[in-house]
């Protein structure tokens, strides 16, 4: 059901595009409208998200350490795992960031009779995560050619390199067969993995299974369907998108649109979704705080502000209470003025 | 809102890298939308029509390279009554001769960078070139 679902939806936003830009006037709608609608609620819920979570207070330093922390001078500080200054910290960050170390860790528990338990390192996650996301980087960045006007030459080189095995007329991209692969291999592991299949989501398959439909449409866009896809056309619409000026010169193949459509499904599901590791893993406690916990007192930033009180501010504060309880008072109160 | 200091700027540079295109584009001078121009002979007929010139050449060009290369298949194309040989020198060239003004607008427009001319010349190039044997 879950995987069907994701699959279900999918097919229907898709036949809701194709048949949808087939309407006269509708073209503006698919083509001009909901993507700038998309990307507003992309970069709305992108900031409320990352609001919302710097709002909340981290009352108790939460670093996962992995590694010796620092010590006495002779115990050998490991640096990556355990930071201890903000540089180590930013180095930790930096390689989470770009190689995913948390997904290297990744082990493989099971059950053997006897009963016995064993673990093995499984590097299959990690592998996959690269080669998926690495190819989505590269896609999104290529796709900047129809944004930008002129196309800056540092842009010719990525798709230079991508391109370079120049086979077929439009070139073969490399990270085309790369991100639907990641898509396939990502998506199976979730279906083959008997841990993961378990605690799997329909918001976990859903977005594996729209991603993979972007890339499969333009692929087929890029490659099959070409009737309509006139690449000058289609810029003059992408270029006026960004400089406010949207016209549709021409008609426009409805792959376009589908494809087109589902990129902003994905951009306006972002924010509500998982997706959103793209902001979170900057942002978690367990990986972004120093491991100086036997050096520096973290502060619970919800704490009230507690000021010294002292005896004798307590009774300065108390006297007149005490004196008629009966309580002895280092210091009397002072004489009644009237009564003298 | 805690952690303010590195929040706010990060954020700004969220937004800063997703409208990259707009202020990007803001910057720097837009070209026009390229028009390829017609034969300089007035020839009015191609082997398809504009519009699948237009979205589907290069799968033809692909395909003529690999018939006349690699499958050795120079049998010409007939369309409409007029016999075309296939090969972009040969063919397309013949009408349309200026590739300057032809091919490159659309192409530079969208950072195509078709490896045509690794081996072709345009027949400017090679009024110039003298024949070797």
Known sequence: MKYAFSFLAVIAMVLIAWLGSQIPG????????LPYLALLIFLGGFIYRVVQWAKSPVPFPIQTTCGQGKSLDFIKHNRLEAPNTTAEVVARMFLEVVTFRSLFRNTKSEIYSGPHITYESSKWLWLFALIFHYSFLAVVVRHLRLFLDPVPVWLTWLEFLDGIFQVGAPGWYITDVTLILGCVLLFSRRLVNRHTRVISLMTDYFPLVLIFAIAFSGVLMRYLFRSDIDIVNIKQLTVGLVTFSPTIGAEIGAIFYIHLFLVCVLLAYFPFSKLMHLGGVFLSPTRNLRNNSRA??????????????????YEDEFRTFMVDAGIPVEKELAPDKDAA | MYNKATIVPGLIIFVLLVTFPLWFNAFSTASTVPKPELPPGGEKECVASAEEMRSSHMVL????????????????????GKEYRKGLQMACMACHSNKEKFCDPCHEYTAVDPYCWDCHLTPTLAATKKETH
């Open chain 2, 61 to 80: 060009l692909n395909e003529w390279r690999d018939d006349v290369l690699r499958n050795g298949d120079r049998v010409a194309v007939t369309v409409a």
């Open chain 1, 26 to 33: 509708m073209p503006y709608l698919f083509g001009v409208a």
């Open chain 1, 296 to 313: 520096v007192r973290h502060i619970n930033p919800w704490n009230p502000p507690i000021t010294p009180h002292s005896y004798a501010g």
